[in-house]
């Protein structure tokens, strides 16, 4: 059966609609919004299309576009990491869920560590692909890196609304070196679609200067940090800044040069196998977890952990005689008898590695 996407529109303090899609079944997994997205124009592409497909097989997949593009409002007061982080606390309280693994893609990585270090209690992975805590005009290095980054605005501003994509090609050549004809031209036209030449740069140039590296040491979650090689958009080294800061977190190169994983190279396979090992809760888990509540599966990491009833009551802020009730569903749907049970049933699944 084909996955199917739904989408909802959650309104910020500052009026701004942000555009929120959900798919998939199983735990949960929230994405971070990173440059550029759109909900829709990415559902079919020959670009994202595997990611989607396989990480909604997985999980329960929320993501949303960024204030500015996408199916976001493009009209909007501020434009600033601030309200990048805001727009994240926006959509995670929405979901009502209390404790969830990151998905963080490129510029969305800085966001998704600003928000574990504001919300420890919150993050229980934070998964890192292609990412930097450093934006391209903090980490120019010398006047030629200066150059290049005030080059690429230049560019933003003269070129991205043409009919003629030229201009964006740079962009693409730079994310998706090794894609197909197709799959450039498609790219080109999501960066044409997907928000105005104004926003291009207004955007841009935020997060140009994004600058999180002091936050690194005080993350607190597992953190698994994938990184290609050779990319083009965002350097290899500020893959291994973060892993050698962010205390514990593990560090997997990938063989690729591309920015977004394409789903023919074998660096794609490499990414959904770590994506298992680390995260709880995938594939590898008995169907019945997939039916699970999110407050359950809140719970049931918790037992994992090996967290009495009164712990979990408090981390949830729960009475016991409803942590009782929890667990008594819990145990129905495992189809298990006891708690010993379901803590080894959980952690063959994932759970409990916090």
């Known amino acids: 059966m084909p996955v199917r996407q739904s989408i909802r529109f959650h309104t910020a303090a500052d009026g701004t609609r942000i555009a929120c899609a959900q798919s998939g079944e199983g735990p949960p997994l929230i994405k971070v919004a990173n440059w550029l997205s759109h909900l829709e124009f990415?559902?079919?592409?020959?670009?994202w299309q595997h990611?989607?497909?396989?990480?909604?097989?997985?999980?329960?997949?929320?993501?949303?576009?960024?204030?500015?593009?996408?199916?976001?409002?493009?009209?909007?007061?501020?434009?600033?990491?601030?309200?990048?982080?805001?727009?994240?606390?926006?959509?995670?309280?929405?979901?009502?869920?209390?404790?969830?693994p990151l998905l963080c893609i490129s510029q969305g990585a800085a966001i998704g560590i600003a928000y574990a270090v504001k919300h420890p209690e919150r993050v229980s992975h934070l998964l890192i692909h292609g990412g930097y805590a450093r934006g391209r005009a903090v980490r120019a290095a010398t006047d030629a890196d200066r150059e290049v980054a005030d080059m690429m605005l230049r560019m933003v501003d003269l070129?991205?609304?043409?009919?003629?994509?030229?201009?964006?090609?740079v962009f693409t050549a730079r994310f998706i070196p090794d894609a197909s004809l197709e799959q450039?031209?498609?790219?080109?036209?999501?960066?044409?679609?997907t928000t105005s030449p104004a926003n291009a740069v207004r955007l841009l140039g935020v997060a140009a200067g994004i600058d999180v590296v002091d936050l690194l040491s005080h993350v607190k979650c597992p953190t698994l940090i994938l990184h290609s090689v050779d990319d083009a958009a965002v350097p290899f080294e500020e893959g291994r800044l973060m892993a050698g800061l962010i205390p514990g977190a593990r560090f997997v190169p990938?063989?690729?040069?591309?920015?977004?994983?394409?789903?023919?190279?074998?660096?794609?396979?490499?990414?959904?196998?770590?994506?298992?090992?680390?995260?709880p809760g995938t594939t590898s888990a008995p169907k019945a977890f997939a039916e699970l509540t999110p407050?359950?599966?809140?719970?049931?990491?918790?037992?994992?952990?090996?967290?009495?009833?009164?712990?979990?009551?408090a981390t949830l802020t729960l009475s016991e005689k409803t942590v009782r009730n929890h667990i008594t569903h819990i145990f129905a749907k495992l189809e298990v008898e006891s708690r010993a049970q379901a803590i080894v049933l959980a952690r063959n699944a994932g759970y409990g590695r916090t």
């Open 159 to 169: 070129g991205w609304g043409e009919a003629n994509p030229a201009f964006r090609q």
């Open 295 to 313: 407050r359950e599966r809140d719970l049931l990491e918790l037992l994992a952990q090996g967290r009495d009833n009164a712990q979990i009551a």
């Open 51 to 100: 990611w989607l497909t396989e990480l909604s097989r997985r999980f329960t997949l929320t993501r949303y576009d960024q204030r500015g593009c996408g199916l976001s409002d493009w009209s909007t007061p501020e434009v600033s990491f601030d309200a990048w982080l805001r727009d994240l606390e926006l959509v995670v309280d929405a979901t009502g869920l209390s404790r969830f």
């Open 254 to 279: 990938l063989e690729s040069a591309d920015h977004v994983l394409l789903s023919t190279e074998p660096a794609w396979q490499r990414f959904l196998e770590e994506v298992e090992a680390f995260l």
């Open 184 to 193: 450039q031209q498609w790219f080109n036209e999501l960066l044409r679609v």
């Open 42 to 47: 990415e559902w079919g592409s020959p670009v």
